[in-house]
Each structure stands twice: as structure tokens, then as C-alpha cells.
């Protein structure tokens, strides 16, 4: 099992369309697989004027990954953050 920490930007006008967005992915993964997430912020912008916003699903299998980067794509979060969502993978000790 994986722990998976996504992180992207987003602009500050975006915001409630990001949250409804990653709020709506997040239940749909809950309802179709168990696999809960949370999503976070950072309470400062960035230099250039940006929120940083981090996914975390803990527990991950295979399935539910690829599940989380599927639903991403099909909800069309790309269209309202600033580059690329960048995953961090990690297994405990």
C-alpha cells in the first residue's frame, strides 16, 4: 500500500471551482471504492500570487491510484490549475 501526496497550484479566483471539482472526485472514489481523501491548502500564496493545494489518500492500492488519476482527468481539474499536479508516492517503513 501506497501514500499518495498531490500537489498543484491553483489561482485564487479558481478556488471554489477546484474545491467543487476535487470535492466531487473524492466522493466518487469513496462511493465506488472506500478510498477517502482530504485536501488541503497552504495558508500563504506563493510568490507568484498562486494557492498550493495537496490531495492526500493514504492506504492506496494499485486500482485506487489509478482510479485517483483517472477521475482527475474525466473532471477536467486540469483546466482550472496552474501546470501539472505533481504526485508524491510513499510506503511506510
Known amino acids: 500500500m501506497e501514500h499518495l501526496y498531490i500537489y498543484y497550484q ?3 479566483e479558481e478556488r471554489e471551482r477546484a474545491q467543487e471539482i476535487v ?6 472514489l469513496l462511493e465506488r471504492s472506500g478510498q477517502k481523501g482530504r485536501i488541503l491548502r497552504r495558508p500563504e500564496l506563493n510568490a ?4 498550493t ?7 492506496v492500492d494499485r486500482e485506487n491510484a489509478a482510479l485517483i488519476d ?3 482527468e ?6 482550472v490549475i496552474v501546470g501539472a499536479r505533481h504526485i508524491e ?3 511506510d517503513l
Request: glycine share 10%; charged share 25%.
Open 23 to 28: 470535492l466531487g472526485m473524492q466522493a466518487r
Open 70 to 72: 483517472s477521475f482527475s
Open 48 to 51: 507568484a500570487g498562486l494557492e
Open 89 to 91: 508516492r510513499f510506503v
Open 74 to 79: 474525466a473532471e477536467g481539474l486540469a483546466a
Open 10 to 12: 491553483v489561482r485564487p
Open 53 to 59: 493545494w495537496m490531495e492526500i489518500y493514504e492506504d
